[in-house]
């Protein structure tokens, strides 16, 4: 895309330039310039453009990619996959009770929900049999109405299916909904994290490329007596999630 040569220089400084540079572009990208599946101008064109250094140009698209707009891949440059800004939500992880305070300040909003045999490779996400009988409740997870953060995928036992009518309603958790319901207390939760890709019939619900980058989190829910009652697998596209874990020494260690 060929663009006359632009220049800061005339520009208030009131800001760092780098950050009028990205105002710019996010400009740019929130009018459709470069569309979602794009890929941005190089670094060089981008300098020969607004006649900047490439620190300034590097420094502007971090911001992008701080914001959720784009994403850098190798071999392919940058990358837009939002339209607007999105919410980031960070969590500190020190206990299990932190671990559950993200059900209550995000806002679950169901899809579908369904009894399912599950396949292979959701039980081997989930941890049981292939051929096990599981309710699945499909929703996307909000931080606010406007910054959806994930998928998510919510496995519970068929007994317990009258939850699809009880949750999302508002800011009650799943597991606390259980707890109410059913009287069933979460005594543990294991914590898978890996990367993955989001796939073409999630993508546009989250407002992302297919095939874009994620992060995937499954949390199984275990009761007192030992047996798992709720599985959720939450994806969330690159840069829209972040864990903060802080970790100490122990005493006998020193």
């Keep these: 895309m060929a663009e006359a040569k ?9 800001s760092p330039r780098y950050r009028e540079l990205a105002d710019i572009l996010q400009g740019e990208i929130e009018t459709g310039v ?3 599946g794009s890929r941005m101008p190089t670094e060089l064109e981008l300098c020969q453009r607004f006649d900047v250094s490439r620190f300034t140009i590097r420094e502007a698209l971090r911001r992008l990619i701080d914001q959720g707009m784009v994403l850098r891949r190798q ?13 980031k939500f960070v ?14 300040d995000t806002r679950l909003k169901v899809k579908t929900s369904r009894a399912v045999e599950v396949t292979s490779a959701e039980a081997a996400l989930i941890g049981c049999d292939p051929t096990d009988q599981w309710h699945k409740i499909e929703g996307i997870r909000y931080v606010d109405e406007k910054s959806p953060i ?8 068929p007994e317990h299916s009258e939850l699809a009518d009880k949750i999302g309603k508002d800011g009650t958790p799943v597991f606390k909904v259980f707890e109410q319901r059913f009287g069933v207390t ?15 019939e999630k993508a546009s619900a989250l407002g992302v490329e297919p095939d ?12 007192t007596n030992g047996n798992t009652f709720e599985v959720s697998v939450s994806e969330h596209p690159a840069g829209r999630f972040t864990f903060s ?4 020494r122990s005493a006998d260690a020193r």
């Design 75 to 87: 071999g392919s440059g940058t990358v837009v996959i939002s339209p607007n800004p999105v919410t």
């Design 91 to 104: 969590q500190r992880l020190n206990s299990i009770e932190e671990l559950l305070q993200y059900s209550i």
């Design 34 to 36: 470069f569309p979602v």
């Design 245 to 248: 874990i802080d970790l100490l």
């Design 150 to 157: 994930c998928w998510t995928d919510v496995y519970v036992r």
């Design 212 to 223: 874009s980058p994620s992060l995937v989190i499954v949390r199984r829910y275990v009761d």
């Design 186 to 200: 979460a005594e543990s939760v294991s914590m898978d994290l890996f990367a993955g890709s989001i796939p073409q």
């Design 6 to 14: 632009q220049s800061l220089a005339d520009r208030p400084q009131n």
